[in-house]
Structures are given as structure tokens and as C-alpha cells.
């Protein structure tokens, strides 16, 4: 059963036998078979060298209230969520199993409680928990964006539920911009692109009550970067 | 050159002065200006009500009346914008299509006219006293003039241009609107009004006679202060 | 006149009135303006940017049906369900069906327009299920029993003094006047409302055909938590959101947020494709997009204004619209407020009963330059107008605008009507402002400028004569 599929189908046909005006210059994509436009033409600039780019992440992330943090290495990673979960009073902490996210859990303080997410894992104890540890696809210079896939991140909710989370990335994870991103996971997924991806841009917000920021609406109250190499 | 004026019918005859002060300021520039005496209105009126078929018969009229001005220039935005935009949509497929379109290139907005065409800022005015310019949609938008206005009376000697907070938000006159759902326009007057009061200025000035109509309208009957509304020509008129 | 235009008479002259809610809803605005154009400011092209967009919804609109072919191909192939609804009916039968079926009884649902206009809460809980609205503003109204009002932005009308009366009454929270501990109210009300639910129902701003994928922005990350715990997910999305490439989104969820509410991007922006794949850790096991119809190909049909089906959403018309601005959101009495509402809403419900929204607009634009899509939006209203009257005149009109054509065309008459108008205006004060004074609706807040003695017509002529 998909309803009325082909009623509609055929009613969208007769209504664009009639061809629509144009309101608007320069056709620059007709058609699928044109080629890709470029947005970073007209999309805020973004910088040319690594260096630059790694900057613009920072500027962005300080205006979207995400804490960056470069570290030299994971162990150094590890101290600063350490420090966090000192200061904060952590009890429990979830990840997902992964290279970097591996590597790191080890080195965290013993009275810290971990949580694997894994296939089955429960629900309610994930949110009992504090903080989140993902790892992503790509850090997104243009936007401060972290990109994460049910794939790469431990999932969908992992990322959303704990009020804390906690984003442990290389430093070549860094990409230009939005189309970057999206090649990466092309080249990286083909077809099989993960179920969900999502472009994390700081921590929760809303505004609905007087147009006032307040962050942590439903999602985390807090975004921690921790860019390690 | 030979201009070619367009003075609207309420401006006709509730704002003559309007009128007068363009024929002063461009014969002043040292051109000969016509007025054909057949013309009326432009057709907008029932034109924005729907009425396209009125509208048509008054326009058409009017497309015979400038056919052979070498420039048309209109005392309001809001009318030169009937010509220049809405009348090649209002005729598109019928026998006056091509009139439109060539009077639709023919036309010009006073401020437009005399900054783009004829490259004018500094018409010899003078004028004492602190002014905020009021942007008529019509001439804002649909016709995209914004600095001209503003270049010419910043050349006006003895005059103070201060801008108003939101000066691109619309005074609510709207023509039929207005008295259509007078609640609402009124509400859009008093926000604009309001702007105007906040500036401390002692005159408005538009492109546009039907916005003054409306703002002068409300400051009347509303405002705690006297505040002066001016065509732009009136000001570019004065010695 | 129809009693959806006297309604919206009797509401507009309530709404103008109060005064300081009128006050209240112009800051908000303003602030968003303010950052929307320190935003806007960042583009290297804000405009050419909105001509690629428009570009790309026309792309997307004028092949909708091959796009829609595609998206279902792909979403298909990645076990997702399509429910093709042609309108309202059909697509909230679908849902509650699903939901009997699935033995469901607690249902969350992020923001979602399309749930608006098909009514779906009344249906869902007069079939006894337990519905939850997760959007703060959302659920805010939900709990006050009223329609958005504004389609980003639903409770902006309200003070935090109204919500916190609001929370004290239905949610038994002690008073306070901080928005921070009203979030958290709602918040720590939510969080169990999500792992309980069995259905999480969501809107979608884009189809994306080329992945099958909805794509869904949102601040707060409960579309994030709706989609993400419930073990069925059933978005609802309208059939023109169809963008033809993943990449596209590149370009447009950028420009929804900086035109939406003047962010860089919106929080999270999420794009789904099918529910939980093998190798995943969670997910909905079931994943089902309805897409809905609803006239949409009416609007479609109409040639000259298709473009206003590539509409994202964004709000940017309502939010600097000096109509919306005075009357606020309710006034309008339909799903979707402001100018794009006023174009849109006759095609979906009806023109004759929805064309006084088109009338209802000075005209000013103000809306068509905010489109992020470039919608030729007050235009629009011009032809909803054009179309009513060619529809259906109305029969004193009809006689009115008989009048001026017989006026506009014989200069004679205009003169002569010129000539006598300074005597009328002199009798005028007799009626002014009462029943009798003809021109009472301007009278009755306004001055009316003198007619002059002499008009420039006859100041034109006199100068003729003197210096020949």
C-alpha cells in the first residue's frame, strides 16, 4: 500500500505541462546533467591553508559556546576530560568502542564509571550518565560544525542524550566547508551512506522563550572538541 | 532635453505644489518640460485590487498619451512604478504589449531621473532645516532607489539629512489598503511616525505623496509635535 | 463577505490595538534582524547565493515528479516505507493505522508544520494516545491549547510570566521569571517522554532524492531525540521538499539558518536515510515518510506562482513583514502565517475564503527581498487578487471601479470633479468620522489633506496661456 502515489504523480505531470516563468537570473544548473555548482563562490569564506581553517573552526566554535581544545596527544586528550569530570562531578561517562575513543578511555580516572554503547544498550542508563565521549567524521571549518554518522559516533543517540558531549577528533579531520563533508562521506561510504548523519553546530539552544538564548534545550548543555596531533 | 512629466491624478489635484516644483527644478537645469493634458491616473488602483480589465482601459490611454516622449518622469515612485514594472505584465500578450514595454524604458522616477539620466546631485537648492527621508516602497523596491534621493539632498545647501530607525519599513498607505483595513494601516503609520518623531526632525521628506499622505494624515490627528511632510521636489525647489 | 474575512477583520482590529504585545513582537524582531544581517554579511554573495538556491528549487519543483520517483527509489532500497497521501485524510489515516497496528501508545513529535495543517494531535489523542509535542515553543502551545503562532518561532508572543503561569498550571513547577529555568522545566519534563515513546513523529525541510534522505534542522536536538529513541519514526513531509542532491544542502542549510533566524547554522542538522542499517548501533527499527499532497498540486498547477512551492520555511517573510508585525500570528487563522502564507493559503484551502489575506498587504516587497529563494511573494498577492476577481467579481466593486473608468477616461470630468471637491471638502466636517462620511475608514485615525483650489492641471494651462 503507498496511497495515492500514482494520482499524484499524475496530477504533479499535468500541472507541469505548463511550463513556470523564471523569477529569478542566471539558470546556473538546469537539469541533473550540469555540473555541480560552487557554493564556496558565494558561501562565507572559509580561508585557504590548514592553518587558517583550523582558526575559523576556533572562531566559530567560540561564538557557538563549544569549548576547542587542542591537545598533543590522546593522553593529554584524556587529562582534560579528566579535569572536566573533576570539576563537574562526574559519576558515569558513555562511549562508543573506537580507535581514538579506545584510546583514550584507559587513561581516564578509575572512579569515573564507564558505559560501552553498544548494540542493546540501555536506554535509561545512558541518560543517567554524564557525559558522552563520540568520535566523528569531519570538523567543519565554515560552520564549526562536527559532522557524526551512526557510524562513526557510537550511533544516534549517544552524541544527544548524556548532558555533556564530548567530540574527540584528529587534526586531519578538519574540512573547508559543508561540500567538503559531504564529499568525504561519499568517498568514504559510497552508496552505503550511514542512516543518520548530523552536523552538530555547539551545544543545544533555544530561544523559543523571548527569542533568549538558553543552552541545553533537550540536547547537551555543554560541546567539548578535543582536536589531538 | 524635453522631459516629459507625469503628474498623477492626486497629486493633480491634492498636491499641485509637487507638480510645480519638478517644473521648476528642471527647467532650472534648462529643460524644456511637456505635459501632455489628456493624462490621468495610471490604473493602479484597481489595478492592485484586481481589476486588471479596468485597469487596462485607463492604462491603455495613458500608453497613447506618452507614446511619443522621448523621457517620462513621474512625480511618484509608487506610479512610475506602474509604468516601468506593472505595465508590461498588465498588457503581456495583448496588441499594447510593445507600447508598454517602450514606455516601461522611457519612464523614470524624479530622484532616478535626474541622478541616473541627466547626472544631477547638486540642483542649486537650498534649504534650512533638519529633514529625514522617508523610502517609498514602490520606488524602494520595485524600482531600486534608495541613494538617489539621498544624494540629492545632501547637496542641498543648509539642509541636515538624518536618518530614522527602520527607515526602509513601509508607512502602510498601500492605496486601497488603507481604507480597506484602515486598522492595520494605521497601526503601519504610527510605528513609521513614530520612527519620524524619534529623529527630532522638523520635516519628511519622500518620492512619494501618497506615503506623506498618509504619514502627514496621522502626524495631524496623533503626533504631540508639528512635523512637516515635503515632496522631494519641493525641497530640490527651494532657493 | 465570508466569515473567514470577517474573522480576520474582527482580529486584526484586536490585535492593533494592544499596544505593547505589538511592541514586544517589534524588539524580538528587530534583534533577529540585526543578526540575521551580520550574518548575511558573511557571504561572499548573499545574493547570487539566493539565485543558485532559487535555481535549485526550480530545478527541484519543475521535475518534481522524476525527483519524488528518485527519493522513493532510494529511501525504498534502504527499507523505508512511502505513503503517498493526496490529503489530510489519508495521511493521518495512514499514521493512526500504523500506530494501531504497531500497538503504540506513547507518541513524541518534534516539529512538524505538516501536522499542523493536517491536525494530527486531535486525531492521535481522539484515538487515546498519549501525544507530546518536544519543541519548547511547540510544546508551550500544545500545553495552552493553541495554534503557533509563527511557524519557526511559536510562542514568540508570549512573556515568561504567561509561560511560567502556564508550567505552574499544567506541569505543577513553582513560578519563575528566569527563560533558563523554563527550558529546564521542560527539559527534565521531556527526557523520559522520549525514551518512553514508542513513535516519534517529525516534519522534514528537505527530501533529498539523490540519497533518500529527510533532512531535518532544528536548535533544540529534541528532532534529534524523536528520531533517534522511538522504535518507529514517521516523518511527514510535505511533496515539494524535494532537493535533487545531497550537496545542495551545502548551500541551503546555511542559508535557512541565516535567513531563519540569523544563525550561521542551526545546532543540528540531521539527514536521515532509512531506519537502523545492519552494523548500527540504534535507530527506529521502522522508518516511514508520508508525503503529503494537500493541494500542493494546485499550487503546482498555477504556473505563475509555482515558485512559492520552493519555499523552506524559513520564516524570513513573516519576520519582516510590517502586516505580521501589527496583527501577529493568530490574526492570519492559518497553519502557515505571513506573506507566504497569504500566497499560499488560498491555493491549499480556498481562494474565495482566503483571498483577503492578499488584500491585506500595502504591497511593500519587504518580503521578496528577504526570500532566501527569491519567492516573487507580493507579487503573488497581486495575482491571488487578480484571480479572485476573475473568478468571482464582487458586484460593488464591480460598480465602483465602473466609476473610475468613466472618470479616468474623460479628463473633463476629473476636472470638473477637481473644481467641486474644495466646496465638498467644505461640508465634509458635517459627517466626518460618522456613518455618512464616505471616506470614514481614512477619517476615523487620519487627516485628509485639503484638495487644492487650483489643480496642476489648471495651473499647467494657465501658464500656457500667459506666455503665449
Known sequence: MNGDRDKILARIREGLSVPAPLHHEMPARAGQSAQEPAFRAWLPAVGASQEEQMALFAKQSDLLRTEFVTCADVRAAAAHVAGLAAAHGWKKLAFHPGALTGALVPHLPTDLEQMRVEEGYDKLALEACDAGLTECEFLVAQTGSVCVTARSSGGRTLSVLPPHHLVIASRDQLVADLSSAYQGLNAKYGAALPSFISFISGPSRTGDIERILVLGAHGPKKLTVLVVG | ?239 | MSTTQNQFHRDAERTTADVPRRAFLRKALRGYEVKRDETKATFTDWQKARNVAANIKYDGVNHLDRYLLEFEEKFTARGGKVFWASNSAQAREYILQLARDRGVRSIIKSKAMTSEEIHLNDALESEGYHVVESDLGEFIQQLKHEPPYHFVFPCMHLKRDEISALFEKELGSAPTDSPEELTMIARAFMRRQYIDADMGISGGNFLVAETGMVSITENEGNARLTTGLPRIHVALVGIEKVLPKLSDLALFLPMLATAGTGQHMTCYNSMFGGARQPGETDGPEEFHVVLLDNHRTRLLADAEQRDALGCIRCGACLNVCPIFKNIGGHAYGTTYQGPIGSVITPHFRGLQDWKHLSGASSLCGACTDACPVKIDIHHHLLHNRRNAVDQKPVWWEKIVWFGYVQTMTRPWFLRLANKLAPLAQKLHPLVLGGLFDPVRNWTKTRDFPEVAEESFHDWWAKRKEQSK
Request: charged share 25%; with cysteine.
Open chain 2, 1 to 239: 532635453m524635453r522631459v516629459t512629466l507625469f503628474i498623477p491624478c492626486f497629486i493633480d489635484s491634492l498636491y499641485p505644489h509637487v507638480g510645480v516644483a519638478m517644473v521648476k527644478v528642471l527647467e532650472r537645469l534648462g529643460h524644456e518640460v511637456l505635459y501632455p493634458e489628456g493624462q490621468t491616473c495610471c490604473g493602479q488602483p484597481p489595478f492592485n485590487s484586481g481589476y486588471w480589465d479596468e485597469a487596462r482601459v485607463v492604462a491603455s490611454r495613458q500608453l497613447e498619451f506618452f507614446k511619443d516622449a522621448e523621457v517620462v518622469v513621474s512625480a511618484s515612485g509608487s506610479c512610475g512604478a506602474m509604468f516601468k514594472v506593472f505595465y508590461p505584465q498588465l498588457f503581456e500578450g495583448r496588441p499594447e504589449e510593445a507600447a508598454a514595454k517602450s514606455l516601461s524604458s522611457r519612464c523614470f522616477e524624479f530622484s532616478d531621473f535626474l541622478v541616473n539620466r541627466l547626472n544631477v546631485r547638486d540642483v542649486g537648492a537650498r534649504f534650512d532645516g533638519k529633514v529625514t527621508f522617508h523610502d517609498g516602497c514602490h520606488g524602494l523596491r520595485e524600482l531600486g532607489t534608495k541613494q538617489e534621493p539621498r544624494e540629492l539632498l545632501r547637496a542641498v545647501k543648509g539642509l541636515e539629512l538624518v536618518e530614522m530607525g527602520e527607515n526602509e519599513s513601509c508607512c502602510g498607505f498601500g492605496g486601497m489598503f488603507a481604507v480597506k483595513y484602515p486598522e492595520i494601516s494605521t497601526a503601519m503609520a504610527e510605528v513609521k511616525c513614530n520612527s519620524i518623531l524619534d529623529t527630532g526632525v522638523e520635516y519628511v521628506v519622500s518620492n512619494d505623496s501618497s506615503c506623506l499622505m498618509q504619514i502627514q494624515g496621522w502626524l495631524d490627528r496623533n503626533s504631540p509635535r508639528t512635523v512637516k511632510s515635503l515632496h522631494l521636489a519641493e525641497v530640490l525647489a527651494n532657493q
